[in-house]
């Protein structure tokens, strides 16, 4: 290799459109997923205090909302149910009167194009908030499988695009991929949060989502922050029950494990850049410590530079309106 002074590596980074040439990792609206929340009512737009600038909408609301981001050219969504019911076998999860369901027709009907991923899971709807069935104190694996099958069969029957079980139940995707094609949804795609650890990061979800367990955590079934290897084992299990994309959750402090998935597995990998994430970086703006947009592209370009295909982040919305994509 030639040495200094004829190799000058600041030649390909004195011209802007020079370095966005030569750039190893892109980032665009079309690597973006944008989550929404949401509810029963009319006409609602209720501000979530823990995720600054994002709501829980009715769906007249969220229809008005994807509106805007569908014209400023984000073209898939992530959807999470907060019902007005609960229970302890998380009924109004998979009702098709539900209101995940109700929402998918509506987007679907207004928006054919949009890709409409909806998350699979029970805390949101369980009265315990736990990701399955409780007895005794106890999450129940295997009963709790049968739940998550009929909401994704739900979900594909109201128009979902692609089903995302964020349980980490053992078996959950084999389970799914059995109901979807028993039920004629055999081309529906199944995107698997296989590597969720427990996170401190997922706490302003929680509050949007209402979806706090009433009693103990959920270590018992999310994965300790301590290991990588599980994680690979995860998305392997996952991949052969028939994942057809898997997911890494959180991601900022996980990037090893998301490097590390992009180069073992061929499936498309994605990055959940949960709420903690978002909650820190808007913090940050408020005491004016750091540029916002700059932080958020670091972050995402990392993300990308650490291997995820695509990213589902709360600041899709920003970066759209930022219009620097």
Not at 59 to 75: A, M
Not at 162 to 178: E, L, N, T
Not at 240 to 264: N, T
């Amino acid at each position: 290799m030639m040495k200094f002074p004829a190799l000058r590596s600041r030649r390909l980074r004195e011209n802007a459109v020079l370095r966005k040439l030569v750039s190893e990792t892109h980032l665009g609206l079309q690597h973006l997923v944008m989550p929404y929340f949401v509810r029963e009512g009319k006409e609602l737009r209720t501000p979530i205090r823990a995720l600054p600038g994002l709501y829980q909408f009715s769906i007249s609301g969220l229809l008005k909302d994807v509106g805007e981001l569908v014209r400023s050219g984000v073209h898939s969504i992530l959807l999470f149910g907060v019902p007005s019911e609960k229970d302890s076998l998380a009924r109004s999860a998979y009702s098709s009167k539900g209101i995940v369901q109700k929402a998918v027709r509506a987007l679907k009907k207004e928006f054919p194009n949009l890709l409409v991923i909806t998350d699979v899971c029970l805390c949101a709807y369980m009265d315990h908030g736990h990701c399955g069935i409780v007895h005794n104190g106890r999450v129940l694996n295997d009963p709790s499988l049968k739940l998550l099958a009929k909401i994704a069969v739900s979900h594909a029957d109201a128009g979902a695009d692609v089903v995302a079980p964020s349980d980490m139940m053992d078996g959950r995707v084999a389970a799914i991929r059995k109901a979807l094609d028993a039920n004629q949804f055999s081309d529906i795609p199944i995107l698997s949060y296989a590597a969720k650890y427990t996170s401190s990061f997922y706490g302003p979800f929680r509050e949007a989502a209402g979806s706090s367990p009433k009693f103990s955590d959920r270590k018992g079934y999310q994965m300790n922050y301590a290991n990588r290897q599980e994680a690979m084992k995860e998305i392997a299990m996952d991949i052969e029950e028939g994942a057809d994309m898997v997911m890494i959750k959180p991601a900022l402090a996980y990037l090893d494990v998301i490097h590390e998935a992009s180069e073992r597995f061929s499936v498309p990998i994605a990055a959940y850049n949960v709420s903690g994430e978002y909650a820190m970086v808007s913090a940050s703006e408020g005491l004016h410590l750091f540029p916002e947009r700059d932080m958020v592209l670091e972050i995402l370009t990392a993300i990308r530079r650490a291997g995820a295909d695509f990213i589902i982040s709360y600041h899709t919305r920003q970066l759209a309106e930022w219009k620097i994509m």
